[in-house]
């Protein structure tokens, strides 16, 4: 037994010796870091091996070509980044990645609220999406069999109109844009484009990159899509592609479960899924710059479920009077909120 022992050490010792050699260089970089923080970053050469030359890149586009490097980064987006270094060294070229993930520079300002007002809100409603326009609240709601596209009354809850999607559609976020309805759905890869004035049905799309649908926005460019992950997607709104995204990260990590979302002065306010909470993201580089908790709203609801998926999820703007709205799904209320930064 002994003997195969010795020998089964003998065979790992030459494995490890054996790819310990096949290591000829390194890149050097951190993991994570603040995008206050310049980056450095270098290659070591081991073994003997002299590389002659390199090249750097940060997501594709080169940034160096020196062994050793310092960068500002204050420009980036957050999340993650891929570093390389294409090296050349006698007798041939190695490339090397680093996954690197870039963080807020600042911890999130904490608010608090007061209720301006209350308003009826259809308890029968799986809120999804609510979009404010004319005096008046629209709103998609979720589950297969019972998804819509409605408009509502604010003060009354009463749904003026009303379009059913087919049961085979979970319905997801809206977003008003350019005299366009548009909504997503869940699973099915696929978003609607409606008259916004009749719910007429233009045409459809499929999604890009992005799996899910859950909330959709705009600003003044382009719609704005989460997929229940950290990743908020820019779409064009007249291809439907999405183009680009960002990421929603903190001083120290991201915020998963993005769902119904609302575009407000440049940032982006986001609902997180089974939760009661608003987060504030800055719409150019991802960075969450504010934390509202709107547990205590579940206190002023009664009778209805307010735990699970019968969370908060609706935000809407009414940007001429400044005006905020929220509501949860199956909730009977729709709230007037005002923002306080502690």
Known sequence: MSAKI????????????????????????????????????????????????????????????????????????????????????????????????????????IYSYEIVNSFPHDANAFTQGLEYKDGYLYESTGQRGASSIRKTNIKTGEVLQIKELDSKYFGEGITLFNNKLYQLTWQAGIGFVYDANTFEQLSSFQYGNSKE???????????????????????????????????????????????????????????IWQKNTIIIINAKNGTIEGVVNLNSLKEKIKGVKTTGDHVLNGIAYDAENDRLFVTGKNWNKTFEIKLKKK
């Open 6 to 109: 010795s020998a089964l050490f003998f065979t790992l010792s030459l494995i490890f010796i054996g790819c310990k050699e096949d290591i000829e260089f390194k890149l050097n970089s951190p993991q994570k870091i603040n995008i206050d923080k310049e980056l450095s970053f270098s290659v070591s050469e081991i073994n003997g091996k002299t590389i002659d030359s390199v090249k750097f890149y940060l997501d594709g586009k080169q940034i160096s070509s020196e062994l050793t490097n310092t960068i500002s980064i204050q420009d980036q987006v957050l999340g993650i980044h891929t570093l390389s270094a294409l090296l050349y060294y006698e007798g041939g070229t190695k490339k090397l990645n680093n996954s690197i993930y870039f963080l807020a520079d600042q911890r999130p300002s």
């Open 213 to 271: 649908g859950w909330g959709l926005t705009h600003n003044a460019k382009e719609l704005i899509k989460s997929d229940g992950t950290e990743r908020l997607w820019f779409l064009d709104p007249e291809t439907l592609e999405e183009t680009h995204y960002i990421e929603a990260y903190t001083n120290k990590r991201k915020a998963e479960s993005l769902n119904e979302i609302e575009y407000i002065d440049g940032k982006i306010y986001a609902n």
